[in-house]
């Protein structure tokens, strides 16, 4: 990736990549804009939806001037798009948004506080409020400074409620392309082999749309994936060989009923319950 030259207009570039959330983004950005931090631009790409979403976008262009919208030709999947909105970063801090999820008014006030006042560590997340259909049903709880030995939990920060630090976004070259779910968690282990550090606040700043359909994408080749990802991170990071076995916890969750997975990932040892 080039070398940044910094954008003195704006300090915050929002990456956000769509695909098919007609029904979900008026509420995505919305929440963006109701921020109490109003010091940020938005690169937004459409991954060749098939719906109304780049329609939608569009109305936001009108309205906003703070907008780059950008629309894929085929659909490049998340990794590439987000590397294509990365093109357009120039600002200090990268910051993500899902197009179906709901960033409280707060969060981009306190995330850049955070990192303004500890320039040692490169990411900030913060716990989330997920979300169905029927309401709110669950607040994470994650640890607040995960060491390399965390990882092995799984991604130790939530993606899309995070905000980075661009040199360390450039420092690893973004996103691999060839990584089809599973991401964040390949991103956030080569941060940290880089010795970039990490920070979870624990007041949630996010909502994620953690409905019947998020679950029906989590196939099971993509957990074969996580597999090889944790297995590539935990030598990065040059964890003892015995970690290895963890790579093998992902696919054996896969391999649980539907029934079963739906009740213990509500039932999860990071969240609490709001019910």
Not at 91 to 115: C, H, N, Q, V
Not at 206 to 212: A, N, P, S, T, V
Request: proline residues 4%; positive net charge; charged residues 25%.
């Amino acid at each position: 990736m080039e070398k940044l030259h910094l954008n003195p207009k704006y300090r915050i570039t929002v990456i956000m990549a769509v695909y098919n959330c007609a029904t979900t983004l008026h509420e995505a950005l919305d929440s963006l804009y109701a921020q109490t931090y109003k010091n940020f631009k938005l690169i937004l790409c459409d991954d060749a939806s098939t719906d109304s979403t780049y329609k939608i976008a569009r109305e936001y262009i009108e309205r906003y001037d703070n907008i780059t919208l950008l629309q894929n030709k085929k659909n490049m999947k998340l990794a590439a798009t987000l590397n294509r909105c990365l093109k357009y970063a120039d600002t200090e801090y990268i910051a993500r948004m899902d197009g179906d999820d709901i960033s409280l008014p707060t969060r981009f006030e306190k995330e850049i506080s955070f990192l303004d006042q500890n320039p040692h560590i490169s990411i900030v997340s913060s716990a989330m409020i997920y979300f169905d259909e029927f309401g709110d049903y669950r607040e994470s709880t994650p640890i607040q400074y995960p060491n390399k030995k965390d990882f092995i939990r799984g991604t130790p920060f939530a993606h899309a409620a995070c905000m980075v630090r661009s040199s360390a976004y450039f420092d690893v070259g973004g996103y691999d392309e060839t990584i089809v779910r599973g991401q964040d968690y390949d991103l956030w282990f080569r941060m940290y082999a880089k010795g970039h550090k990490g920070f979870n606040i624990n007041e949630p700043l996010y909502k994620m749309r953690d409905d019947k359909n998020a679950i029906s994408r989590r196939k099971f080749k993509y957990r074969i994936m996580e597999s090889l990802i944790r297995s590539r991170g935990f030598k990065m990071l040059n964890l003892p060989f015995y970690y290895q076995f963890y790579t093998l916890r992902p696919i054996l969750i896969g391999l649980l009923p539907k029934k079963i997975y739906t009740f213990l990932r509500r039932k999860q040892s990071n969240c609490r319950l709001l019910f």
